[in-house]
């Protein structure tokens, strides 16, 4: 089975997941990286919970990244575990777009209350947890 999902540990310490979109030269074009970061979780008995944060996505819109194979030390195919929280990460972040939203309003204009309650319940409905599986 060819799977294109990979999990990548760079030689900055950081360990991402992402879609691996073509290797060119000396180069691996990577397309939305998420950063992989494990917790201690002692509520659950001393357990591991993982979490998906954005890579670069404060810094830049791009969804593909090229990364040098010097700054890369292993990469290997993602669980069928961890590709599916991986899509599931990715799709809730693209039905967010809350900056492309934000962007559109005149800083300057007021919502009037039954506009802002709207937005909240919006916003409520999407930030719900659909599932607990981690």
């Not at 979109?21 to 939305?32: L, T």
């Not at 008995?45 to 830049?60: I, K, M, Q, R, V």
């Not at 700054?71 to 290997?76: C, E, M, R």
């Not at 972040?93 to 506009?115: I, Y």
Request: charge should be negative; glycine fraction near 4%.
């Amino acid at each position: 089975m060819n799977n294109n999902y990979k999990v990548i540990k760079l030689s900055n310490g950081d360990d991402i997941i992402c879609k691996m979109v073509n290797h060119v030269g000396d180069k691996y074009v990577i397309g939305e990286p998420l950063k992989m970061q494990v917790h201690d979780d002692e509520t659950l008995g001393n357990e591991n919970s993982l979490s998906l944060t954005a890579w670069l996505a404060p810094f830049t819109e791009n969804k593909t990244f090229e990364i040098k194979e010097s700054h890369i030390i292993v990469i290997t195919d993602a669980s069928f575990g961890l590709t599916s929280y991986y899509k599931n990460i990715i799709k809730r972040r693209s039905e967010l777009k809350l900056s492309d939203e934000l962007e559109e309003w005149d800083s300057a204009a007021a919502l009037d209350e039954d506009e802002a309650n709207e937005l909240l319940e919006n916003l409520k409905s999407m930030l719900k947890p659909k599932s607990l599986l981690h």
